[in-house]
Structures are given as C-alpha cells and as structure tokens.
C-alpha cells in the first residue's frame, strides 16, 4: 500500500462518514440509501477481493453467500423465530451460513483450476440462486418484502435509516482493516505465494488446499455479513440477490478498484455506484456507455484504480 492510495482512502473514508451530519442537516436520506449501497457492496468486494484478488482464484459465484445472507435475515424475519428474532442473532446466522456455503463449495472447486475453476463456482451459484426461486413461501421468483428490520443494541436498521448506515460502514472499515491484516500475516504470504507458483508452494511442505478453503469459508462469511446488510437496506429479499449478474457485478467492483489491493474494493464500489447514478441519470442504456468506460481503465489502468493511484499493485 502506498501513500497516495491510503490518503485517498481516507479522504474518501471521510466523505462517507461525513454523509451522516450532512443527511441530518439537508434532511437527505437520498444520500444515506446511496452512500449505504456503496459500502455493502465494498464490504462484499471485500470478500470477493480475498479469493480473486489476493489469490488468484477466477470465482464468480460470490453473490450466492450474498443472498444466503440476505435470506438469512428475510427467512427469520418473516417467520418470527424467537431465538432469531434479533438482529445479533441474524447476522451471527448470516455469517455462519455465508462461511458454510462458501466452504461447501469451495471443498469441491478448489480441485478445479482455470475455466473449471470460474465454472464450477458459477454453476453452484446457480444452483442456489434456482433454489432461492423454488422458495414459493417467500415470494420465488419475485421474492419478498420484510415485514419489519433487524434491530441491534436497541436500534432499529429501517431502511435508509441512520443507524443502518453507520453499521454498514463500520462492517465495511472491520472488514477492509481485518483483510489488511490477514494479508500481512503467514497466511497470507501463503495465499500470495500460491497465486505465483502453486507447486513451489506445495514441494516446501505447504497444504495449499487448506489455506484458500479457509480463505474461501472467510470470503463467504463476509459475502453473508453484507448479504444480511443488503436485506435490511432494501427490505426486501430476492433470487436476484444470488444471480450470475450479481457476481458479475462484485467481480467488476473488485477489478474495477485493483485485484489483490486494500483499498480496491472501496474503490471500485465507490466508481460502480456513481457512475451508475450519473450515467443512469442520463440514459436507461447506461451500460451501454459503461462497458466501454470499463474497458478504457482496464487497458489505462490494468491494476485498477488502485494500481493507478499507487503505480504499482499493492501486495
């Protein structure tokens, strides 16, 4: 990490936090429901970013922890189970199911490498999101409303709420700063060493296979903890939460921002949702104006912003 990217972070840390007084004061709550989707989704970069950044792993199923969090909460929330009925409990449950998954699948791709690898974790994700449309009780296809919204230490996270916001920015300054130090530890010197040369890693002794199924139970769990934040910001659960395009979205974030860097997440979460409101603005075919704007960085700027920022990429 440089310091050019680590201040830019910060300024951009205090933007956001710096949203708070300012929605009081302009009786805004635009700004909070935009600038709370930005940091769920950097929080699930976040995840993402530790298998297909730090890595080196083609994943692109992550939405599905996402929507298992998100159900997480929609699923006891509509049934009104009385252990779960509180938000501790609901997002320990996102976690949990987010880091189960994830471990479940990554048991069995991680024998994969390459194509094998990106198909096998997209195909799983399809099969939860089918899943998530099977659910007929909870609306299938179309999904469902929450009747109400987690509440946490007495407070209420109702969408576009105050307290809702300053959650999900505290999860996404958490994750950021304990995927920072899981980076600089042994752990992940391995996962780094395993991205370079997988079978020099595996002649000194090392069980590679272990280190990214732990990375990839934590890449889950954090998908899970912002899928649980992503239920409570709409109020409302969908399988859209789990499809292909969602996935596509997170791995546009991570890339976006810088693969395999601290702050990318951050970064790229911060370009995606502004540009889609400024270009959304403009025209309903934003995309069609996105797609070549992402394929100027990624030529500009093959280490993303990040790497732009700092000139180097970030290890």
Same mark, same amino acid.
């Given at each position: 990490?440089?310091?050019?990217?680590?201040?830019?972070?910060?300024?951009?840390?205090?933007?956001?936090?710096?949203?708070?007084?300012?929605?009081?004061?302009?009786?805004?709550?635009?700004?909070?429901?935009?600038?709370?989707?930005?940091?769920?989704?950097?929080?699930?970069?976040?995840?993402?970013?530790?298998?297909?950044?730090?890595?080196?792993?083609?994943?692109?199923?992550?939405?599905?922890?996402?929507?298992?969090?998100?159900?997480?909460?929609?699923?006891?929330?509509?049934?009104?189970?009385?252990?779960?009925?509180?938000?501790?409990?609901?997002?320990?449950?996102?976690?949990?199911?987010?880091?189960?998954?994830?471990?479940?699948?990554?048991?069995?791709?991680?024998?994969?490498?390459?194509?094998?690898?990106?198909?096998?974790?997209?195909?799983?994700?399809?099969?939860?999101?089918?899943?998530?449309?099977?659910?007929?009780?909870?609306?299938?296809?179309?999904?469902?409303?929450?009747?109400?919204?987690?509440?946490?230490?007495?407070?209420?996270? #109702?969408?576009?709420?105050?307290?809702?916001?300053? !959650?999900? *920015? %505290? =999860?996404? /300054?958490? +994750?950021?700063?304990?995927?920072?130090?899981?980076?600089?530890?042994?752990?992940?010197?391995?996962?780094?060493?395993?991205?370079?040369?997988?079978?020099?890693?595996?002649?000194?002794?090392?069980?590679?296979?272990?280190?990214?199924?732990?990375?990839?139970?934590?890449?889950?769990?954090?998908?899970?903890?912002?899928?649980?934040?992503?239920?409570?910001?709409?109020?409302?659960?969908?399988?859209?939460?789990?499809?292909?395009?969602?996935?596509?979205?997170?791995?546009?974030?991570?890339?976006?921002?810088?693969?395999?860097?601290?702050?990318?997440?951050?970064?790229?979460?911060?370009?995606?949702?502004?540009?889609?409101?400024?270009?959304?603005?403009?025209? #309903?075919?934003?995309?069609?104006?996105?797609?070549? !704007?992402? *394929? %100027? =960085?990624? /030529?500009? +700027?093959?280490?993303?912003?990040?790497?732009?920022?700092?000139?180097?990429?970030?290890?």
């Amino acid at each position: 990490m440089t310091r050019s990217t680590a201040i830019i972070a910060g300024f951009l840390f205090v933007a956001l936090i710096a949203a708070i007084p300012a929605a009081l004061f302009l009786h805004e709550p635009y700004l909070i429901s935009l600038f709370g989707r930005l940091a769920i989704l950097a929080v699930a970069g976040v995840g993402l970013n530790l298998v297909l950044g730090h890595s080196g792993l083609p994943a692109f199923g992550h939405a599905a922890f996402v929507g298992v969090g998100a159900y997480s909460v929609g699923i006891t929330t509509l049934e009104g189970i009385p252990f779960l009925a509180n938000g501790w409990a609901q997002f320990g449950l996102a976690i949990v199911l987010g880091a189960l998954s994830a471990t479940i699948i990554g048991a069995l791709s991680l024998r994969t490498r390459g194509v094998a690898f990106l198909m096998i974790t997209l195909a799983f994700g399809q099969m939860l999101f089918y899943g998530a449309v099977s659910l007929e009780r909870y609306g299938g296809d179309d999904g469902t409303t929450l009747p109400t919204s987690s509440t946490l230490a007495g407070l209420s996270l #109702e969408r576009g709420s105050i307290a809702l916001y300053a !959650l999900s *920015l %505290l =999860v996404l /300054l958490l +994750a950021t700063y304990a995927a920072w130090r899981v980076m600089r530890s042994p752990f992940g010197a391995v996962l780094r060493g395993a991205a370079v040369n997988e079978r020099r890693m595996q002649a000194v002794g090392i069980q590679v296979f272990r280190f990214r199924l732990a990375a990839f139970a934590l890449s889950g769990a954090i998908c899970g903890l912002a899928g649980a934040l992503l239920a409570n910001h709409a109020a409302y659960v969908s399988p859209a939460n789990l499809s292909w395009m969602r996935s596509v979205e997170l791995a546009i974030v991570v890339l976006l921002g810088g693969a395999g860097t601290t702050f990318g997440p951050l970064f790229g979460a911060a370009a995606f949702v502004l540009l889609e409101e400024v270009l959304s603005g403009l025209t #309903e075919h934003w995309r069609l104006i996105f797609g070549p !704007l992402l *394929l %100027l =960085v990624v /030529l500009v +700027a093959p280490g993303g912003i990040a790497g732009l920022l700092s000139g180097k990429r970030d290890g």
